[in-house]
T-cell receptor, first 112, second 116 residues
Framework: AQTVTQSQPEMSVQEAETVTLSCTYD???????LFWYKQPPSRQMILVIR??????QNATENRFSVNFQKAAKSFSLKISDSQLGDTAMYFC?????????FGTGTSLTVIP | DTGVSQDPRHKITKRGQNVTFRCDPI?????LYWYRQTLGQGPEFLTY????????KSRLLSDRFSAERPKGSFSTLEIQRTEQGDSAMYLC??????????????FGPGTRLTVL
C-alpha cells in the first residue's frame, strides 16, 4: 500500500520567516513523482512544487524548495520569506502510478 | 475561466435521495479524476477516466456510486440512496497525460455535499 504521512497537523510562522513542512511516504515503485499542493481557505487546490524521484537535484520554485531524501523517503517543503498569502492547508502527495496519494495535510498560518 | 469547474458548489440533501455532480475539465485534458475529501483529511482517490474509459476505481467507490464521462469531456458522479457518511467535499481534477513522466493534476473548487 502507498502511504503519505504528514506529522504536523498545524504550524505557524512569522511573516518573512522560513518554515519547513515535513512529509514521509512509502512506495515500492522505483520511479514516482512527489508533489506539494496548497489549499487556501475555501479555495481550490493548486500545485506548489513537484519532484521527480529519479532526479537528485531538489526542486525549487521561487520561495518554495524541497528537501528530497530518497533513501529516507522524506520530502519536506521549505517556504522562505513567508507571506500572509501562504496561509493555507498544504498537502503532500505521491503518484507512483496512476493514482495520487495524499497526506492528511498541514495547516500553516502566517502571522503578521 | 479555463480551469476545472464543478457544479453545484454546494448540495444539501436528505438521506436516501440521489444526487449528481458535474465536472468540466480543462478542455485539452484527457484524464479526469474524482476524489473525496472529508474534514481534516487529504483527498482520497475515487476513480479516474482516460478519455471516456473508466480505468480505475477505488474500493471507496461503493455500488451506490457511479461515474461517467460519456464523450471524454465532462464527467458526472452520481450517488444513489445517500447516507450521512457520504457528506464530504467531492473534488474533480484533470490532467494531460502524455506518458508516465508527467501528470500534474489541476483541481476544481469542489462540490460540498451535506446529507441530513
Amino acid at each position: 500500500a502507498q502511504t503519505v504521512t504528514q506529522s504536523q497537523p498545524e504550524m505557524s510562522v512569522q511573516e518573512a520567516e522560513t518554515v519547513t513542512l515535513s512529509c514521509t511516504y512509502d512506495t515500492s515503485e522505483s520511479n514516482y513523482y512527489l508533489f506539494w499542493y496548497k489549499q487556501p481557505p475555501s479555495r481550490q487546490m493548486i500545485l506548489v512544487i513537484r519532484q521527480e524521484a529519479y532526479k537528485q537535484q531538489n526542486a525549487t520554485e521561487n520561495r518554495f524548495s524541497v528537501n528530497f531524501q530518497k533513501a529516507a523517503k522524506s520530502f519536506s517543503l521549505k517556504i522562505s520569506d513567508s507571506q500572509l498569502g501562504d496561509t493555507a492547508m498544504y498537502f503532500c502527495a505521491s503518484t507512483p502510478g496512476n493514482q495520487f496519494y495524499f497526506g492528511t495535510g498541514t495547516s500553516l498560518t502566517v502571522i503578521p | 475561466d479555463t480551469g476545472v469547474s464543478q457544479d453545484p458548489r454546494h448540495k444539501i440533501t436528505k438521506r436516501g435521495q440521489n444526487v449528481t455532480f458535474r465536472c468540466d475539465p480543462i478542455s485539452e485534458h484527457n484524464r479526469l479524476y474524482w476524489y473525496r475529501q472529508t474534514l481534516g483529511q487529504g483527498p482520497e482517490f475515487l476513480t479516474y477516466f482516460q478519455n471516456e474509459a473508466q480505468l480505475e476505481k477505488s474500493r471507496l467507490l461503493s455500488d451506490r456510486f457511479s461515474a461517467e464521462r460519456p464523450k471524454g469531456s465532462f464527467s458526472t458522479l452520481e450517488i444513489q440512496r445517500t447516507e450521512q457518511g457520504d457528506s464530504a467535499m467531492y473534488l474533480c481534477a484533470s490532467s494531460l497525460f502524455l506518458d508516465r513522466d508527467y501528470n500534474e493534476q489541476f483541481f476544481g473548487p469542489g462540490t460540498r455535499l451535506t446529507v441530513l
